[in-house]
């Protein structure tokens, strides 16, 4: 009988899948809510964003001429917990340097609290098999989606600010220079 059985399961197993086949969630459309340009060197445009993040409260995670990472929680409510991560990568975009690309993703990772219990037995061998359950719980976050910013919105706030910082960036390089020129004889 459990032979019939195993025969059974094994061929339900390999009939008809239940498996969707998902299309492609990507098209490759328009790079223009992911990137922008700037009138600025690659390590100036990196820097800009490391402070845009910085000033939202973002953890910088990785600071590099030309990759910025940084990361920030959010709790919406008590059993609700959000991570966004955002990643800036800079690129040269003329042959002298003076103009650069900065490419940012922002994912954002979703926790919520589940409870999980375990459970014991104990077997008494002097009273036959005796089992007393013992139970404990414990709360843990647990990571229930992921998903990339597609916000056009989102991302052109971020850019907005990258260039209030490479304007002042800007206009600071500008007072050196003017400082540099008087001071020469």
């Known amino acids: 009988m459990s032979v019939v059985m195993a025969a059974l399961l094994l061929s339900g197993?390999?009939?008809?899948?239940?498996l969707q086949t998902l299309?492609?969630?990507?098209?490759?459309?328009?790079?223009?809510?992911?990137s922008?340009?700037?009138?600025?060197?690659?390590e100036q445009t990196c820097e800009a964003a490391r402070r845009a993040?910085?000033?939202?409260?973002?953890?910088?995670?990785?600071?590099?001429?030309?990759?910025?990472?940084?990361?920030?929680?959010f709790q919406p409510d008590a059993e609700r917990h959000l991570q966004m991560h955002i990643r800036v990568v800079c690129a040269p975009e003329s042959a002298d340097?003076?103009?650069?690309v900065g490419f940012v993703t922002a994912v954002q990772d979703s926790y919520a609290l589940r409870k999980a219990s375990n459970s014991a037995s104990l077997g008494v061998s002097a009273f036959g098999s005796l089992s007393l359950p013992f139970s404990a719980g414990h709360d843990s976050m647990i990571k229930v989606g992921s998903e990339t910013i597609q916000s056009e919105r989102f991302y052109e706030s971020f850019f907005e600010l990258m260039r209030r910082y490479l304007m002042v960036d800007v206009v600071e390089q500008s007072a050196s220079t003017e400082v540099s020129k008087k001071a020469a004889p």
């Open 13 to 18: 197993c390999g009939g008809s899948s239940n």
């Open 23 to 34: 299309p492609p969630q990507e098209s490759f459309a328009s790079a223009a809510t992911f």
């Open 36 to 42: 922008r340009m700037f009138d600025a060197r690659v």
């Open 53 to 73: 993040l910085l000033s939202q409260g973002y953890i910088i995670d990785t600071s590099r001429k030309d990759l910025v990472e940084g990361n920030k929680n």
């Open 97 to 100: 340097g003076s103009l650069s």
